[in-house]
């Protein structure tokens, strides 16, 4: 199979997918443009610039072969496990996102547990070996796994700065879409 029919292939099932509305496999300006975003995103850090950031995921997917931006009105991914964690130099996780059945569950076992946001968990009594930092980590995309051709498939969610750029160049600025990039090579 060319590496044509191979794309078509992997758009057609991602349009297949309920909620996406628009499927974008970048070209070198677009991946250029992010890829410069997301090194500005990565240099103000988190939580005003107090927090460095480092978004594995956008790396890993800007490294594949191919990187294709989904665009849609619902929540796509797979598993939420390790997306966003606060993380020392060892690893040791501080804290990190939890979808609102995972903080259910947190606060029924316990009711004063302690929350940066709606949906980012901090754990208390956590022994800390160095200053904390954020880590938006890689998460896998089982959607395409099917497809002839393609290996090495991840995914990751890109800053504000690449989702306001993506969006706009889709003509999606207006609605309240998110965006999320899928990266893969060629087998």
């Known amino acids: 199979m060319s590496r044509e029919e191979i794309l078509s292939k992997v758009r057609e099932k991602l349009q297949s997918i309920s ?3 628009e ?10 443009e992010v890829f410069r975003l997301e090194t500005i995103a990565d240099s103000n850090g988190a939580c ?3 927090l460095e950031c480092t978004n594995n995921g956008v790396w890993a997917s800007l490294k594949r072969d191919i990187t294709v931006v989904l665009i849609g009105d619902q929540h796509l ?5 390790g997306l966003v964690v606060m993380v020392d130099d060892s690893g040791t996780i501080v804290g990190e996102y939890v979808t609102p059945l995972r903080k259910e569950q947190i606060l029924r ?3 004063d547990a302690s929350f940066l946001s709606d949906d980012f968990v901090i754990y208390d009594g956590v022994k800390l070996t160095s200053e904390v930092h954020f880590e938006i980590n890689e998460v896998g995309f089982d959607y395409i796994d099917d497809i ?9 969610s ?11 160049i889709t003509k999606h600025s207006d609605k309240k879409y998110w965006t999320h990039l899928v990266g893969f090579d060629f087998a």
Do not use: Q, W
Not at 23 to 32: A, C, H, Q, T
Not at 148 to 156: H, R, V
Not at 160 to 168: E, K
């Open 19 to 21: 909620g996406v509305v």
């Open 23 to 32: 499927v974008l496999i970048m070209d070198e300006n677009v991946r250029s």
């Open 48 to 50: 005003g610039g107090l």
């Open 77 to 81: 991914l797979l598993s939420d496990e």
């Open 109 to 111: 076992k316990n009711p």
């Open 148 to 156: 002839a051709g393609i290996k090495n498939i991840t995914s990751g």
């Open 158 to 168: 890109i800053s504000t700065l690449s989702d306001d750029y993506l969006r706009d």
